[in-house]
């Protein structure tokens, strides 16, 4: 989202989260683990990156690889030569396919949330 000239200190988040009945639900927080994963080869690491526990981190992992047909993060533990985790192609693809559809929601509600957001109280004296 760009931000307005007519209230620039407003910044706008969209935020989306896709809900597959009560199995899952995929959000920003599993994506962005995932694109940590990706980058540093490692659950723990990826889930310090995000303030986030080991266990929690796991805990997320675990879930999106039971979820899916084929697991998304493929992960060996640690042990004389260091364990470390990988998206699988799948992973891949499902990052990629949420990052996508974020996008497509963004471009296709940019003027209704910019419209939302100039009727918007001006709040720069409050606190």
Known sequence: ??????????????????????????GPGKAELLELIRETGSISAAGRGMGMSYKRAWMLVEEMNAAFRVPLVDSVRGGPGGGGAALTEAGRKVLEHFRSVEAAVAEVGEQDIEALKLMLRDMSDRK
């Open 1 to 26: 989202m760009t931000k307005s000239s007519t209230t620039p200190d407003t910044e706008i988040r969209l935020r989306l989260r896709i809900h597959f009945g009560d199995r899952l639900m995929l």
